[in-house]
């Protein structure tokens, strides 16, 4: 099999195992030689943060067709065959081809086995550990986004928009950020924006609020003009196979949704951080064909990304997260059960070409985390910090501090921008 | 309103608070106030509220009221039409091309054919099931925007929220209405235990989170399929389920008992160990839905051939039961656990008084949970009676549901079907019977007031005042519906306002109508 994205030879090293041991391995950052942009470029540069909620299986999305463990565990869930090849170990899920031609291009990576410091694999205990950036669960009320754009803003003008009706805690703190979801835009001639804004004046939550609101359909006018391929969608129905009738329009939907984000990041003071949730990935049951439905929306999404952004795209890092893997071994219901360690996705053109991100642990029995999931070579907030201070030039003691509070022990993985 | 105004000036700050404590008593703890509705709570606040804690139960919505057996034979039936259809289609479009699956997804000619083709029966089933579950959301909040017991109504709306079951998964989408009117409704105001256990063996919890097919792997029914004997009464009746029984491997599925942990009961942070929820799962298996061969199909069953022997310890807890009294004990310990109490009451104040609620109030309601051995009636009364519950600065922000079935109550008025409620829920971020998770729908500000969010309930104030209250005056209908909570400034932009929906669009956009 040919290797289509070029890997670092790796094997299930005493040193990746080792560092599972002491925590986290984080094997790229003796390659990174950090590369200081112009500010001017800085100004350019964009990250938009994906999350994937309810446990996304890692072994369904890159699936480890290589590991000789992988079809004896995975049973009547694996993928050897349909996958679509990365290296000699790992491939990605059949409905991924939009983030596969990214791959084939230098312009994706993947991180197999990452994990927030979180352990209770509760989803919403590691979804407010993901988000918020913290050590520990419920130790703080904003996100990690945010923090990180309220440090950038000390330095440069830097907007942040997430996309769905409500606000994600990943974007949620003292920076003010925008929101929209796909609607029927407000008339600019209406007098009651105008009211209400007068009489939010004194409200601090609605004020701020309508005012972002308004600003942003001003702009979405712009950003989501000569759209085609149907109308901007948040969500076809999770649980339903995608791959059914409906499927094509839901992942037109889809598609133009990840090009509406695209054109917001495009328009002159237009956001250069984004956020966006796609739920539905816990599949306790009958996980093929959910699976199937959810990353075929994922792909859509980053395809209308990567399209919609053009020329912007080479200024670009996507990543995609969450909350926890799940368990190595197929459940009693043709479904997996809460796990630990699972896959993140790092796309975008301003991407250094290279292999997997991080150790591989293996699926070999002894290196299972608690002889059930898969064991995390890298702290997901070490991806991050990584991501922030490569590619928008966040500093160190802010991210050790203030993005990602009492983090210095997960240190950036550098080197991938 | 003039007269009563001049009259609080003589008698002072008493009868200000009674004023005051009227509006709470109806936009707080109730749903909205609808005209007259602050009046009639003004003589005594707190006794209009203990007055709605029934024994009974909650109220049920109206119209014809099919049970879960019902609903799921149905479901049954578009799953069987929907197979039949699929098999007839590959016949008259050919065989299937070799190597390629045979679904209408695989075939783009196929798949056209199946949508033009407008007798499908699959569809006029899908149809069918799609509209009963709209009309029991329609139904619900009709009730919600028409009763006169809002606090008994909203007590309801939160343990619904509390044991979530949610139309993402589909067979579940079919039964959340039954669901609340057999499990939720009839114990609201009874005890915990008996709540819980409703709550977490009906079909909809069952399937919703996976319980139905969990099997033991050393029953009686694992082993006889291990042996290629086939899951013989195991799963959860319907074909379908069984014949993906066929294709793997019995065991379990930890999903229903790390919520009910989690999610349910003690909470997070309680103590349990991942050891704890694979013996509570081990526990449960049995636990599932009638099928045809039962003579009970769609209605909770225990299979004790599914069922995994043995003792189990939960929470350093033994359990030498046998059958379902072993799932049942631990139920019951994990409703009588202090962490319970003191999850639930948490939850309850954040959602009746602030999402920062004083560690009093809580504290409060605790001991009203822990002397009651979790009797709700007796928790609802102390939430009414504690001073702490009656702040009057509105610190909720409404959820879409409630700001929706607000502004009905506030026009007088109640939504006239599905279609005009349904679509601005789903845009405003709260999709019909579907919350996005177990946990159900977020109860803080934060959750709900994005910008965007406020656009939207801004463009379905404007719409929703053009068509309401054309004929009414705003004045008098935000005095109704606010009472002493309407401020000055709103009061003054109101009637300031150009036209008369435009009035009714400031009042339900006003802070203090968006809030409660």
Redo the contacts between chains.
Sequence with gaps: MNAIIPSRPHSPTRRGLLATAAGFGLSLQLLAVPAMAADGDLNKRKVIVVICRGGMDGLSVTPPVGDAEYRGLRGSLALSDAALPLDGTFALHPQLTAVHAMAKAGEARIAPAVATPDRARSHFEAQDVLETGAAGVYSTSSGWLNRAVETLSAHRKVDALSIGPTAPLILRGKAPTASWSPGRGVDAEARLPTLLQDLYRNDALLGPALARGLATETMAKDATAGLGGGQPAMMASAGKGGAGAGGQQGRDAARTLGQSLAGFMREPGGPTVAAISIDGFDSHANQAGLLAGRLAYLDAVLDGVHTGLGPEWKNTVVLVATEFGRTARVNGTAGTDHGTGSTALILGGALKPGGIVGDWPTLKQNALFENRDVAPTVDMRGLFKGVLADHMGVDRAALDKVVFPESSTAKPMLGLV | MTARRDKRKETGVALVDQDMKAAIAVTRFGLGARPGEIDQARRDPQGFLKSQIRRSGADQPAGPSPTSAQRMAEFREYQRERREFRLQKVSDVGPPKPGGPA???ADPAM?AA??SDTRDPVKVVGAMLRKDISDDFAARIQLASATDAGFRERWTLFWANHFTVSA???ITGTIVGPFEEEAIRPHVFGRFDDLLGAAETHPAMLTY??QI???G?DSDAARAMRNGGGPRGVGGGGAQLQQ?AL?????????LA?EIM??HTVG??SGYT?ADVTEFARAMTGISIGGERDGAYGVAVFRVQAHEPGERTVMGVRYDQRGKEQANAILTDLAEKPQTAHFICGKLARHFVADDPSPALVARLEAAWTGSRGDLATVAEALVSAPESWDPRPAK?KTPYEFIVSSYRAAGGLPADFQQVGPIMT???QKPFSA????GW?ED????????????R??F??AFSSGAVHDRDPKALAADALGERLSP??AK?IAR??SRP?GF??LL???EF?RR
């Design positions: 679904t209408e997804a798949a199946v949508k993402t998964k589909a989170l996976d097919q969990s099997i792997p993906a294709k793997r491997t019995p065991g379990l599925n930890e999903n790390r989690e999610l997070v942070n991942q922000f845009a405003l971020g996005p998770s177990p946990k977020p500000a934060q959750s709900w007031a994005a910008p965007d969010a406020i656009v939207k801004m463009q104030a404007q400034d709103t932009a306002a150009e435009e669009a400031l956009m006003s802070p968006q």
